[in-house]
Each structure stands twice: as C-alpha cells, then as structure tokens.
C-alpha cells in the first residue's frame, strides 16, 4: 500500500537535518547530508532494497529482478538542497521511488527488472560551484578534475570526500554501462505554476532546458567614499550594477529565454570605501541551445564595453554549461498512459529548471513526471504541495513501473 502521508513525514524528517538553524540548508558533503543519507539508506532497507553509500556520496538503493542481475529501471532525485530551501525539491522523488518499492516488496512482487533508486549527493552545486556531481559519477561522466574545486572555506571537493570517509578514486568504478539502465525516470514538482494554473496535478516533462552558468569578476580600484571624485572613481560594483541590469534586459529580449544573477560579493564591503572588486554570477536558461549561447555572448560583450567605458578589468570564468536534453517518446508514453490510467489529464510541459536526467541521458533514455507545487513556487522555504498530489504521483509512478515495456524502446 503506497502511504502519502508517510511520503510527507519522510520529507520533514529530511529538512530537520539543515545547517540553517529553522530554515533548511543541507550541501553535498555536510554533517546534515550524513544524517539524512542515514535516514534513506534505513527506508531504503526497510523497503527490500540492498543499500550503501557509494563513493560519491549518493544513497544507492537496488530491489532485484525476478532474475537476480537483470538490468534496473533507475528512479531517483537529489537529497542536498540549495540555500533556504524547500522541502520537496529532490527529496519528493527519492522518497516516493522509496514508497512504490515498499508498496512491491509489502506484496513480494517482483518485477521482471531490478529497481535502483538513487538519492543523488548534489545535484544543486552549491557547495562547489559545478552541478549534478551524483549523477555524473553514476552515468560515468564525472570529470575528475572538479576534485580541486574548492568551496567557500577553501576545502577542495577531494579532501571533503575523504573527510566524508569517501575515496575518490573509486567514483570511476561508479559509473555504469549502457544496457544496465532500461530508463532513468524521475518525479520532482514542477517548480512552475502551469500546472496549478491549469488545475491539474501531474505533467509529463517533454524536455529539460539547457543552462549556462558563468562567473564574472570586475576590477576597479577600491578608494575614499569621502575624497575621490565621482568623475575620477573606478567603481566595481557600479559597473556591476549596470552588467545585471543588461542581463536582465537581454533575458527579457525573448520569451523563452530567463537570465539570472544570484550572488554578487563586493569587496571590500564597507560603506566607506569604494569596491574595488565585484564578483557576481550569471545563469541563462533556455529551451533552445542558439538562443542560451548567444544571450551569454551578448551579456558578455556588454559586460566588456560596460567595462572598458568605466576603466574596470573584466575576468570571465565559465562554471557549467549543458545543451537541452530531451525525455523519451517512448518513456512519454508510457507515463501518460499511467497518468490516463489514473483519470488524470495528460499535460506534456518542458521543464525550466536542471535535474539529474540531464547526466543520466548519457548512458539512458529519461523521462520526468511534475507533480503540482503551490503557486509554482520553489528555491523557497515556501515550497508546499497538498497529501493528495503526493499521493497521484506516487501512484502513477508506481503504474509506470509495474507496467514497464522496456521491449516498447525499439518499436517507438
Ligand atoms: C537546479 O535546481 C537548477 O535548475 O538550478
Ligand atoms: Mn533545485
Ligand atoms: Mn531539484
């Protein structure tokens, strides 16, 4: 019997375990991220799954096949959180991947696949800057040189794993091979209003947005608030104001494009000095790759002439960036047919937001079901969906699995 309520309880459980002290923030690699990796590595079991922290700090959870070894349907979502978070965001999908194989294992049905389910480590970046770390190492695209990324204490992603009890060097081993993996699919909400707008609980992703991520550093000269001229001053964070605003204006030159900057740190910050140096962070979204990579060149040329008009030194460092990726028709299908199944309307939507599909598309077709949020709101502690959207999901999941097709692959 698949528990919604019990799905809800898991998700706070979760959020307990945050470093922001009645907030939730939890990063890859972080006291909190132990604590819940314990909990959902205990569902896990709980559930009939063999379970184990792999090397890269993603929970890793296998129900067995009919056939000890045959190859998985991967379910899966990410349980680290971006800054003052929701709760739903990532760990919806991993716990009711969790609740539709303790609803198999309750009736010892066994499917003709395994079923792995993953509680990716980091998907949002936070900590190091680069995303979709669990992910990658599992679809064997982990770029081993983001081991020397350091984070905000200078602790680089290498020594936090090994201080995690991890070893690196043994994440190549994580990845897995094409035909081990039938399809990755994923719940997750929407983190959109359409589908509240449109009354109606579920969707089914049609594709996810590529993303391009940069971070810009403007250097001026720091000087006396009180002494030096306007006209004479090479103000950093003027000429960052003005490089937000420009991103803002071309993002809003299209409507399928967004463009966001998120952290903007002056130094060196105090109200009588000028800031000498600006770091902020561009992120563009977009649903066609032309479209994200031209916004980037024009932001940063504009950046550059905004520079040079105020006598400021430009410094560009791309972080990420990853084309769209496309969900399964076949896959698309198959969900519908579940979401049909349960007197739902089919909606197809693209999703705006990054999942760790995009990695696992490297090694397998993907497929994403939104569950409904509150307003669409997200990246928020008021992140809310109802018991009963938690319940559809939870169900129509639980259909897609036990009458997964992985034969349809070759006729659609
Ligand atoms: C992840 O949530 C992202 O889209 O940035
Ligand atoms: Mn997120
Ligand atoms: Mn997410």
Redesign the pocket.
Known sequence: MLDPSRILERCDALARHSELPGGLTRVFLSPESRAASELVLGWMREAGMGARLDAIGNCAGRYEASEPGAPCVMLGS?LD??RD?GRY??MLGVITAIECVHALHAQKKRLPFAIEVLGFGD??GVRFGTTLLGSRAVAGIFDASVLSLQDASGVSMEKALRDFGLDPQEIPRLGRKKGQVLAYAELHIE?GPVLEAEGLPVGVVTAINGFSRLRVTLKGEAGHAGTVPMRLRRDALAAAAECVLAVERIAKGDPELVGTVGRLEAKPGAINVIPGEVMFTIDFRAPRDELREEAVSRSLAEAGRIAERRGIKTQVEPLQSLGVTQCSEWLMVQLERAVAAEGVGVRRLPSG??HDGMALKAITDIAMLFVRCKAGI??NPAEAITREDAAIGARILHRFLSSFDAGHRLSA
Request: charged share 25%.
């Open positions: 990410h959180t971006v978070a965001d990532g998907e949002e983190q937001a990054g997200s990246h």
